[in-house]
């Protein structure tokens, strides 16, 4: 099971730390990652950590202002947005893959949390 949270209303130029806890999971070479849905538009992926040796991966369009990371003691992944704009809002997913970032399968989806960010 996954549940993201830490989702709410920001003004542009803010951050937000949003929290994916992990539970019922074997964790062992698995992979978390981040999505997100804007209104209209496909799933977009954003990073992914593998869970044994925290290296992090992101997609190029937007590296720089996106951080992922783990807490393996609180089974957590979190990611923190900087310099938040308009255009970032949408519904931040996280989902899980048996496998690590480089051969991930994503068959484990979580609940999004909503981020809105105004001008």
């Known amino acids: 099971q996954l549940q993201a949270s830490g989702g709410g209303s920001v003004q542009s130029g803010g951050s937000l730390r949003l929290s994916c806890a992990v539970s019922?999971?074997?964790?062992?070479?698995?992979?978390i990652a981040w999505f997100r849905q804007a209104p209209g538009k496909e799933h977009e992926g954003i990073s992914c950590?593998?869970?044994?040796?925290?290296?992090?991966y992101y997609v190029d369009s937007l590296k720089g202002r996106f951080t992922i990371s783990s807490d393996n003691a609180k089974n957590t992944v979190y990611l923190r947005i900087d310099s938040l704009k308009p255009e970032d809002t949408a519904v931040y997913f996280c989902?899980?893959?048996?496998?690590?970032?480089?051969?991930?399968?994503?068959?484990?989806w979580g609940r999004g949390t909503q981020v809105t960010v105004s001008s």
């Open positions: 989902a899980a893959s048996n496998t690590n970032c480089t051969y991930a399968k994503y068959h484990y």
């Open positions: 950590i593998n869970w044994s040796d925290g290296k992090a």
């Open positions: 019922g999971f074997t964790f062992a070479d698995s992979a």
